[in-house]
Structure formats: C-alpha cells, structure tokens
C-alpha cells in the first residue's frame, strides 16, 4: 500500500514538473507559492528563464515581477 502510494506521489511530482515546461511563460505558474513574484529557485523550473534572471531582475532585488517577467524572451 505505501509502495503504491509513493508511486502515486512520484507521478504527481513528475507531472507537475512537466506542465510547468510545457506552460513555459505563464507567470502564475512559475510563482508556485503564489506570492506575486518569481524568485531564483522557481525559475529553475524553467531553465531559459534561470539563465536569464540576473538579467531580468532589472531592481535588482533578487525576485521577478510580472513587469520583469514580461520581457522574458522563452526563444
């Protein structure tokens, strides 16, 4: 039963993982905590957008805003 269960569980998170690749520029997806900004570590789900962050992070402070985001190039 747990067996099953952690198999379960490891679909999820796989699952997971590749609707977000696949939603690619959606800023709600990427803000998985949904408090309005993306940080460094959510953007690893995307790894376009990680290689871009410093870039994009134009304040500065470490997390994208949706104005931030917005001039993300996924190409």
């Given amino acids: 039963m747990m067996k099953n269960c952690l198999i379960k569980l490891s679909f999820i998170a796989l699952s997971a993982t590749?609707?977000?690749a696949q939603a690619?520029?959606?800023f709600s997806?990427?803000?998985?905590?949904?408090d309005g900004v993306i940080s460094l570590s959510e953007s690893k789900a995307l790894p376009k957008l990680m290689a871009q962050f410093k870039?994009?992070?134009i304040d500065?402070?470490?997390?994208?805003?949706?104005e931030e985001f917005a001039k993300f190039k996924s190409e």
């Fill in 18 to 20: 590749a609707l977000t």
């Fill in 29 to 34: 997806v990427i803000d998985s905590d949904g």
């Fill in 60 to 66: 500065g402070n470490g997390v994208l805003s949706p």
């Fill in 55 to 57: 870039d994009l992070d």
């Fill in 24 to 26: 690619g520029t959606s």
